[in-house]
């Protein structure tokens, strides 16, 4: 595995460097995970793209590096301290820093001579194809996928150009990557919607959730998707709910402010019992916090938005191909459950790109048979639209396509619909709300465990940081220490609790690790289960944990 | 009781409240467009006038205060054969929902939006509303200290495409309004002047009748800065009609890449279509 | 002690009727408890005033009544089950319902002779007086005070008629109260921000709120408080920060549906520091629910709203003494630690009327003391706003009273208030913020502990139950079956376990009394201390729980 | 560094963007305020634009995106001694903000209002704002499917009593008209002109130089309606200047039994005004 990081400025080009170095990886045959931390802003300030790449599949970032290229000073003394012992440091002959290992181009001539000046990342992409001893015959595929043709054969050039000027220092091995696809977790999100059979999204601009709303916008004809840009994301969640009561699959994607200002909307979704994705990608807070960085601390603040009680479901999505599944059973659960689904993912998992196996959309097709929305009567006295019903589910029928007459109100209603003021049907339909939880509870799955069965010690933690858990797990259980296990949620809410009371039960002591300050997931475990986590790994600077931290955290609770 | 009559039913209506006026015309005008109640959705925020479709056969979206709008667009995107309609306050409609009112206009949805305007904020017992009569002008219990907004003015300056302002006191005028709403192709706003009995001390029955008068058979509502210039009369004499109404390319058909008779909810990607996007992922 | 219903449909003056009653029962040195039951309407449907008074003080309703008036048929079927042995019903002679107990007075005829036909109600508290052996002395005065002199000779005389037309059923003793106030939680809970020195207040109407907006409006000019009717909550809650920001103490109030729209701004006043407090005063959700009605279901939702991270307070109000003082109190708290205070009331405390000693302004003051933003330096370069303290409390300057500028900032800042997107300062700054919480931890007051030392079962309540429990809890042990005692939180977020901890021990069984329906306050309970409750006495029908219906609720548990 | 000068700071905008001059010129603008930097309140929601307060010496609030104007507007409630300007983007006050640029209009408080209307949403990278232009005029990346706002209109139809534009290519007039509105008693809106060179590649320094005209010297701002016509030429010829202007009373004005000249916050209940309350429920 090698680990290279690109450093820079806002407007430096490092997102579009970084994707034409992942695509050649991925057409060299080897697996990658690459992480993006931007500042809030469009020039300037420092940016850098994360890249670790070898030949095993890969999930996680690590903080080691084998390769550091900047564009800058600042870049360089930023992460000179992560470079291992090998590593090289790669900038253009201008910049006045040395060192034992640097290797210094002159981008600015080279791509002069290739015939564009704006081309001296793509020299670097050359470079480092052959500082690491990868062939170079992919870039030209990938350049010409990636860039508009009036440029395409300079950089080609600049490529060659790279790739003659430096020299060979590693052996990378490629993999055997077939069908493997790259990917960010923003795409595969929204591919899972697609797979979902989506109908309606609508959106406010928020970070790091906007690729979405640009995804399904450029994809709104083939997909046959209404997509709208609200002027709030109060407009956004009422339209999707104006959607999704005619039939349309909707959708919502938001952060934590957006998700704020949808909170009322949450609860109507919640009464009036219209299915609803809403995916909150996360990032810092309290408010605008850090905009454009990574961390969990939405989780207490979903499970309970919106005044009074109703079902609903928290799913934290673990993985790439975890959002790609989790988003279009979302959908499933929405309509069958006729409840809110609340997608967690946060700034990492949405910006990071990782190659996977090629998704399945016959495995996703079974969340994404179109609404089963009938009309349930011929006439309207006959149709109750919130009948009581054992499991609490009662017939959905779509206005227009019923005879009959279909009611949503936020208000307290009877079975038809109609506002009550009734103590009697007022209990029974918070009864019959209430009862859906146990339908719910029988889709639950179970969190993933990785480790040793024979553990002492329990890590617990849910969403992105699933990846980094188990390359830590499978690190520690080979230093021949206290074995430890771990169980990655992807179901949070209600918490499935089977795997966490059996393997609770045989350990010495629970570690929650999470990327928020208060222990988010502990606290939901202790309410749900009576559990406690004795030890804390946690992470809040915005920056996402990498399996050495959590080492590190285990080594500090002397674990 | 036949489905496909727009019957109402018993109201939670104070006796003597102009709503049931409203009712009444809206029942007869639906009634006239020889469609079935299912192919009707009304859509309602909360309030008094937002009750109104649960008086209705007919489909019924009781939502959020200030948020009918959001909805009631979104219906007709996802299923452009439901003819939608709106009734709600002042309150929802320029308060609270003041920031959809701006922004549906500009998307000009083929849907209709009648507001009980009582000037005043009825269900909540008698707040002033972004309408109630300025202190200044009509000192009373529940009068506006900040400037009042003119609805149609603004509805203009935000580009609507059709503008007009009823009273619950005309009945034929209301329904002819109500009609020429419905029949227009675009967002179509109906101010509807409306007594609160209950709680409008200044704006009754009485009040209206003094000032309203309709405007003249030779008004051509086609000219917006004629248009704007009349909605601001308001005083001894308060004009009510169609102030303009012009022809605009729909919220559909400004995409016709999606939209193309068959409504979204019927649609579906075409098969095929996912794994080929996934490919590109290779 | 009495209890009395008026009920009839909404326009029949019912509010009024009951307001000048009670003041006469207190002028005629009685006690008394009331509580209003109304529907979302403004005519029609059915509403009633629940009034209970003796010579105790009381402190909740009871069911059983001794005397039921009632204005049309309705109201008699609805409540004609809670009527004990003797008690009387009285009513207008045109209403063809009959019995042994009925009253029937020509209210109409009576009315019209006394001068105003419109005092009929005025005819039936003369009656009631009457019925019940009180002297009718103190009815001129209150009627004087209540109405206006127009019609104040018509009423005057109608109570007479009333008085002389009906007949003594029983003797209530009347108690000793002297320096005894009538009002309800609205009213204590506003002239607590009174004590606590509010000088801004900003609002949207929403029921059960929207009196305390009436109560600031009529007074602003006196007490010196910027009052405003907003646009939406939205704006309430921003206007409130800004003049926070200022210096000025604010307090915004809503129920759960506008608490939802102030949810993004509740987290900028944690990140921001900027103290706040909001009053929610809780109606039956989930969305627009029962708009009139009472429930306890925002608690789960209050101590987690917002994204991200920060420590607030949670203080729900136990009854009208307690708004009184926790409101100056909240004040004095935001301040103090510079954070968010949410003070969670409901429909059933802020609408009920009770008598209770003369308020203490003095014991208030200590709450109210100006704010003490001074200027903390001279220049601006040695100002810091957001200092990194031991206990997280940075020095609060007001702009323009301080010599430097004063920064507030919903991004993450550093020590300056200027933006930043350093990792080591985001971990100070999230790390002050949390330590406040221990400085909060300090302040908590501990439940109230009603019933026996000994207690077996251990009830647990939070806010306006109290009363009930409290009463339910004495008539148990005088029963002599198993011992019972209750701990009855008001503060609740942080929540104050030493008391909980100390009973928990002791008892057998711990049982939550609770205006829900899934058990919020065990929720916190088992997250805070892992303390389980094994019992559950839940009420979710937008009626207000009574001691009898915890006493049938300990029946149910076998307890 | 003097403390009674607005000296600004480093800032994070792309070298080349319109904000630049905008920030100088009301640096210039504030300085020839006599005023210190402690007696300046500027207030900001979220965006590039909103990001100018952290870039000049004085009181600076940055609050949540679309909320900048209830928080100004309370500042000034609460401390009539502050000078309060709010500068943001056309995002936050016209998108997520419409409601309160609506209704803070009505409210009439002496603040200022600058906005940096570069018909974009610039900080989220590229998505059109409620004034980014039509589509069907002028197609690009990030035009407005859905019709754009003229917000002066928008701002007169509310009943604004300053209505002005400016372009931030234009220092000179800047500096005039920024003056002109800080001066204003009551609120000011400055619709400013400013390219995004990032992200908006239609309405660029180019576009607006060639487009962008002084009104008439001897044009009159006191008529409404004229006003009403003039700020909605957009298109070959893009007027500038100060397009209405009138007297109304204040927000503080409005409510003399509150205000006395002495800022809220330094008030306080008189002694002995809350006993003499709580005597009234004896
Ligand atoms: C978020 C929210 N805020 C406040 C309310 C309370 N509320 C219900 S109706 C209403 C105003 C009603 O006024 P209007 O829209 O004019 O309707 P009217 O009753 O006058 O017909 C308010 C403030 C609410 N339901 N939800
Ligand atoms: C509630 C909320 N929604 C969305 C965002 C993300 N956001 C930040 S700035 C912005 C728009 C900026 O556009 P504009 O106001 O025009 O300012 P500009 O950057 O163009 O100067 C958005 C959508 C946010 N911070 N908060
Ligand atoms: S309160 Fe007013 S608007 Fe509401 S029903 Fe009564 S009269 Fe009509
Ligand atoms: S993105 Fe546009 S508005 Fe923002 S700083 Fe760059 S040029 Fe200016
Ligand atoms: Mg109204
Ligand atoms: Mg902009």
Same mark, same amino acid.
């Given at each position: 595995?090698?680990?290279?990081?690109?450093?820079?400025?806002?407007?430096?080009?490092?997102?579009?460097?970084?994707?034409?170095?992942?695509?050649?990886?991925?057409?060299?045959?080897?697996?990658?995970?690459?992480?993006?931390?931007?500042?809030?802003?469009?020039?300037?300030?420092?940016?850098?793209?994360?890249?670790?790449?070898?030949?095993?599949?890969?999930?996680?970032?690590?903080?080691?590096?084998?390769?550091?290229?900047?564009?800058?000073?600042?870049?360089?003394?930023?992460?000179?301290?992560?470079?291992?012992?090998?590593?090289?440091?790669?900038?253009?002959?201008?910049?006045?820093?040395?060192?034992?290992?640097?290797?210094?181009?002159?981008?600015?001539?080279?791509?002069?001579?290739?015939?564009?000046?704006?081309?001296?990342?793509?020299?670097?992409?050359?470079?480092?194809?052959?500082?690491?001893?990868?062939?170079?015959?992919?870039?030209?595929?990938?350049?010409?996928?990636?860039?508009?043709?009036?440029?395409?054969?300079?950089?080609?050039?600049?490529?060659?150009?790279?790739?003659?000027?430096?020299?060979?220092?590693?052996?990378?091995?490629?993999?055997?990557?077939?069908?493997?696809?790259?990917?960010?977790?923003?795409?595969?999100?929204?591919?899972?919607?697609?797979?979902?059979?989506?109908?309606?999204?609508?959106?406010?601009?928020?970070?790091?959730?906007?690729?979405?709303?640009?995804?399904?916008?450029?994809?709104?004809?083939?997909?046959?998707?209404?997509?709208?840009?609200?002027?709030?994301?109060?407009?956004?969640?009422?339209?999707?709910?104006?959607?999704?009561?005619?039939?349309?699959?909707?959708?919502?994607?938001?952060?934590?402010?957006?998700?704020?200002?949808?909170?009322?909307?949450?609860?109507?979704?919640?009464?009036?019992?219209?299915?609803?994705?809403?995916?909150?990608?996360?990032?810092?807070?309290?408010?605008?916090?850090?905009?454009?960085?990574?961390?969990?601390?939405?989780?207490?603040?979903?499970?309970?938005?919106?005044?009074?009680?109703?079902?609903?479901?928290?799913?934290?999505?673990?993985?790439?191909?975890?959002?790609?599944?989790?988003?279009?059973?979302?959908?499933?659960?929405?309509?069958?459950?006729?409840?809110?689904?609340?997608?967690?993912?946060?700034?990492?998992?949405?910006?990071?790109?990782?190659?996977?196996?090629?998704?399945?959309?016959?495995?996703?097709?079974?969340?994404?048979?179109?609404?089963?929305?009938?009309?349930?009567?011929?006439?309207?006295?006959?149709?109750?639209?919130?009948?009581?019903?054992?499991?609490?589910?009662?017939?959905?029928?779509?206005?227009?396509?019923?005879?009959?007459?279909?009611?949503?109100?936020?208000?307290?209603?009877?079975?038809?619909?109609?506002?009550?003021?009734?103590?009697?049907?007022?209990?029974?339909?918070?009864?019959?709300?209430?009862?859906?939880?146990?339908?719910?509870?029988?889709?639950?799955?179970?969190?993933?465990?990785?480790?040793?069965?024979?553990?002492?010690?329990?890590?617990?933690?849910?969403?992105?940081?699933?990846?980094?858990?188990?390359?830590?797990?499978?690190?520690?259980?080979?230093?021949?220490?206290?074995?430890?296990?771990?169980?990655?949620?992807?179901?949070?809410?209600?918490?499935?609790?089977?795997?966490?009371?059996?393997?609770?039960?045989?350990?010495?002591?629970?570690?929650?690790?999470?990327?928020?300050?208060?222990?988010?997931?502990?606290?939901?475990?202790?309410?749900?289960?009576?559990?406690?986590?004795?030890?804390?790994?946690?992470?809040?600077?915005?920056?996402?944990?990498?399996?050495?931290?959590?080492?590190?955290?285990?080594?500090?609770?002397?674990? | 009781?036949?489905?496909?009559?727009?019957?109402?039913?018993?109201?939670?209506?104070?006796?003597?409240?102009?709503?049931?006026?409203?009712?009444?015309?809206?029942?007869?005008?639906?009634?006239?467009?020889?469609?079935?109640?299912?192919?009707?959705?009304?859509? /309602?925020?909360? @309030?008094?006038?937002?009750?109104? =479709?649960?008086?209705? !056969? $007919?489909?019924?979206?009781?939502?959020? #205060?200030?948020?009918?709008?959001?909805?009631?667009?979104?219906?007709?995107?996802?299923?452009?054969?439901?003819?939608?309609?709106?009734?709600?306050?002042?309150?929802?409609?320029? /308060?609270?929902? @003041?920031?959809?009112?701006?922004? =549906?206009?500009?998307? !000009? $949805?083929?849907?209709?939006?009648?507001? #009980?305007?009582?000037?005043?904020?009825?269900?909540?017992?008698?707040?002033?509303?972004?309408?109630?009569?300025?202190?200044?002008?009509?000192?009373?219990?529940?009068?506006?200290?900040?400037?009042?907004?003119?609805?149609?003015?603004?509805?203009?300056?935000?580009? $609507?495409?059709?503008?007009?302002?009823?009273?619950?006191?005309?009945?034929?005028?209301?329904?002819?309004?109500?009609?020429?709403?419905?029949?227009?192709?675009?967002?179509?706003?109906?101010?509807?002047?409306?007594?609160?009995?209950?709680?409008?001390?200044?704006?009754?029955?009485?009040?209206?009748?003094?000032?309203?008068?309709?405007?003249?058979?030779?008004?051509?509502?086609?000219?917006?800065?004629?248009?704007?210039?009349?909605?601001?009369?308001?005083?001894?004499?308060?004009?009510?009609?169609?102030?303009?109404?012009?022809?605009?390319?729909?919220?559909?058909?400004?995409?016709?890449?999606?939209?193309?008779?068959?409504?979204?909810?019927?649609?579906?990607?075409?098969?095929?279509?996912?794994?080929?996007?996934?490919?590109?992922?290779?």
């Amino acid at each position: 595995m090698f680990n290279v990081l690109i450093g820079g400025a806002a407007g430096d080009g490092i997102e579009t460097m970084a994707g034409i170095l992942e695509k050649i990886l991925l057409r060299s045959g080897f697996y990658l995970f690459s992480m993006r931390d931007f500042m809030s802003r469009v020039r300037g300030g420092h940016n850098f793209a994360l890249i670790r790449f070898g030949n095993q599949p890969v999930s996680a970032h690590r903080d080691t590096l084998d390769g550091l290229v900047v564009f800058n000073k600042e870049s360089y003394f930023l992460h000179k301290d992560c470079l291992s012992k090998n590593a090289f440091v790669l900038c253009d002959k201008s910049l006045d820093i040395a060192g034992r290992n640097f290797i210094k181009i002159d981008g600015k001539k080279l791509a002069k001579e290739a015939g564009n000046p704006k081309s001296i990342s793509t020299v670097y992409i050359g470079a480092l194809l052959k500082l690491f001893g990868i062939s170079d015959k992919a870039a030209a595929s990938v350049l010409q996928e990636k860039l508009p043709p009036k440029i395409l054969d300079a950089n080609i050039a600049a490529a060659k150009k790279g790739y003659a000027a430096a020299d060979r220092r590693f052996s990378a091995k490629a993999g055997t990557t077939k069908n493997t696809m790259l990917l960010t977790g923003s795409d595969a999100m929204a591919m899972g919607a697609l797979a979902g059979n989506i109908r309606f999204y609508s959106a406010y601009p928020m970070s790091p959730s906007t690729t979405l709303l640009e995804f399904f916008s450029a994809r709104s004809g083939a997909f046959r998707i209404g997509v709208e840009q609200a002027e709030d994301e109060i407009a956004a969640v009422n339209m999707a709910l104006g959607a999704s009561y005619t039939g349309a699959r909707s959708m919502v994607g938001t952060s934590g402010g957006g998700f704020a200002l949808m909170v009322e909307a949450l609860g109507f979704a919640g009464i009036a019992e219209i299915p609803i994705v809403i995916a909150d990608i996360q990032r810092p807070g309290p408010s605008t916090g850090l905009p454009t960085r990574t961390e969990q601390s939405d989780l207490s603040f979903v499970i309970s938005a919106s005044q009074g009680e109703f079902p609903r479901i928290v799913i934290a999505v673990k993985d790439h191909a975890d959002a790609f599944y989790q988003t279009a059973r979302a959908f499933y659960l929405a309509e069958k459950y006729q409840v809110p689904v609340i997608l967690l993912s946060d700034q990492y998992l949405a910006d990071s790109a990782v190659t996977i196996p090629l998704l399945d959309t016959k495995k996703a097709s079974r969340y994404g048979a179109p609404a089963a929305r009938k009309p349930t009567a011929t006439a309207m006295q006959d149709y109750l639209r919130y009948k009581l019903t054992k499991n609490g589910i009662s017939p959905l029928a779509a206005p227009g396509k019923s005879v009959s007459a279909v009611r949503a109100d936020s208000d307290e209603h009877d079975e038809r619909g109609v506002i009550t003021e009734s103590a009697e049907v007022r209990i029974a339909m918070t009864d019959k709300r209430n009862r859906k939880t146990a339908g719910i509870r029988t889709e639950l799955q179970e969190p993933d465990f990785f480790g040793d069965q024979d553990a002492e010690v329990l890590l617990v933690g849910f969403g992105s940081t699933a990846g980094a858990i188990k390359e830590a797990v499978e690190i520690r259980n080979k230093q021949g220490k206290k074995k430890i296990g771990a169980l990655c949620f992807s179901d949070v809410y209600p918490l499935p609790a089977e795997k966490l009371l059996e393997h609770s039960s045989k350990v010495r002591q629970m570690v929650n690790v999470e990327q928020n300050s208060t222990g988010q997931l502990a606290k939901l475990i202790r309410q749900e289960t009576l559990l406690p986590c004795t030890g804390s790994i946690l992470k809040y600077d915005g920056r996402q944990i990498s399996p050495d931290e959590i080492l590190d955290g285990l080594k500090q609770l002397k674990i | 009781m036949k489905n496909n009559t727009f019957y109402s039913t018993e109201t939670a209506w104070c006796p003597g409240c102009g709503n049931f006026a409203i009712l009444e015309t809206l029942v007869s005008v639906l009634n006239s467009l020889k469609k079935e109640p299912r192919e009707i959705l009304l859509v /309602g925020g909360i @309030g008094q006038a937002a009750k109104l =479709n649960q008086y209705v !056969n $007919a489909n019924g979206f009781s939502g959020l #205060h200030g948020r009918a709008l959001p909805a009631a667009v979104a219906a007709k995107i996802a299923n452009e054969s439901l003819t939608v309609i709106v009734n709600t306050g002042d309150g929802d409609s320029y /308060g609270e929902g @003041g920031n959809h009112f701006l922004h =549906n206009i500009r998307r !000009n $949805a083929d849907i209709t939006h009648f507001v #009980h305007n009582n000037q005043i904020y009825g269900l909540t017992k008698g707040q002033p509303s972004p309408t109630s009569a300025a202190c200044s002008d009509l000192p009373s219990a529940a009068c506006n200290i900040n400037s009042p907004l003119n609805p149609l003015l603004l509805a203009l300056a935000a580009g $609507a495409t059709f503008v007009a302002r009823s009273f619950s006191g005309n009945e034929a005028h209301l329904a002819r309004i109500m009609k020429a709403a419905v029949a227009h192709k675009g967002y179509a706003l109906v101010d509807i002047l409306q007594p609160c009995i209950s709680f409008n001390k200044v704006n009754t029955f009485a009040y209206y009748n003094e000032r309203v008068y309709e405007l003249e058979k030779d008004y051509k509502p086609s000219n917006r800065e004629k248009a704007m210039q009349r909605c601001t009369e308001w005083g001894k004499k308060i004009p009510i009609g169609i102030f303009y109404q012009a022809k605009a390319p729909t919220f559909h058909e400004r995409r016709p890449e999606i939209f193309n008779g068959t409504p979204l909810v019927d649609q579906a990607a075409k098969a095929g279509e996912l794994p080929k996007l996934l490919k590109t992922f290779l």
